[in-house]
Structures are given as structure tokens and as C-alpha cells.
Nanobody, 115 residues
Framework: QVQLVESGGGLVQAGGSLRLSCAAS????????MGWYRQTPAKSREWVAT???????NYADSVKGRFTISRDNAKNTVYLHMNSLKAEDTAVYYC?????????WGQGTQVTVSS
């Protein structure tokens, strides 16, 4: 059974940093794309960043210059380094992995930024 295990969320003050991790089980197959989304009670889930198998990243305008997505292909793991956090970054963050044209979602991890 494929699993995505997220970690790294928490409470941080505005201006601080956090690193999220998402590890996919070995049985997931051939990974194409890995990425992060976030959701608040007031908004639908929104895209944050993705990274291709070759390592090319893309970012939403709202996080560009502050967040960095990276991946370790040997570990089937994607990271989201979040710097200069703002109160509006508060959300549940979900990783998404596309493997063999099937998408998988993590369980979500809460990030709370206090102003």
C-alpha cells in the first residue's frame, strides 16, 4: 500500500522558518512530479510548489523567493523549506506525488504562523 508520510509542521513566529518533509513508500512506483499544496478553512486547496523528476521547480507567486522545494530521489522524499513566514502562510500543507500517472496525497501537516 502506497503511503505518504509528512512531517515538520508546527507553530512559528512571523519571519521564522520551517521545513516540511514528505516521504513516499518504496512501492509507489516511478515518480514523475512531487509538490506541495495548502488549505485553510476559508479557502479551497491551493498549489504552492512543484518539482519535476529532473529537479525543475515551480512556485506560486505568493511564495516565490521565500519557499524552496527540493527532493531526494533516492529517498522518495520531497522537502519544502519555508523562510520569512507570514501569518497568511498559516494552513494545512499537503504533499502530492504523481507516480505512474496516479496522484497520491499526504495526510496534511499544520503550519501556524503567529504575528
Amino acid at each position: 500500500q502506497v503511503q505518504l508520510v509528512e512531517s515538520g509542521g508546527g507553530l512559528v513566529q512571523a519571519g521564522g522558518s520551517l521545513r516540511l518533509s514528505c516521504a513516499a513508500s518504496e512501492s509507489i512506483g516511478n515518480i514523475n512530479e512531487m509538490g506541495w499544496y495548502r488549505q485553510t478553512p476559508a479557502k479551497s486547496r491551493e498549489w504552492v510548489a512543484t518539482i519535476s523528476w529532473s529537479g525543475r521547480p515551480n512556485y506560486a507567486d505568493s511564495v516565490k523567493g521565500r519557499f524552496t522545494i527540493s527532493r531526494d530521489n533516492a529517498k522518495n522524499t520531497v522537502y519544502l523549506h519555508m523562510n520569512s513566514l507570514k501569518a497568511e502562510d498559516t494552513a494545512v500543507y499537503y504533499c502530492r506525488v504523481v507516480a505512474d500517472r496516479i496522484q497520491y496525497w499526504g495526510q496534511g501537516t499544520q503550519v501556524t504562523v503567529s504575528s
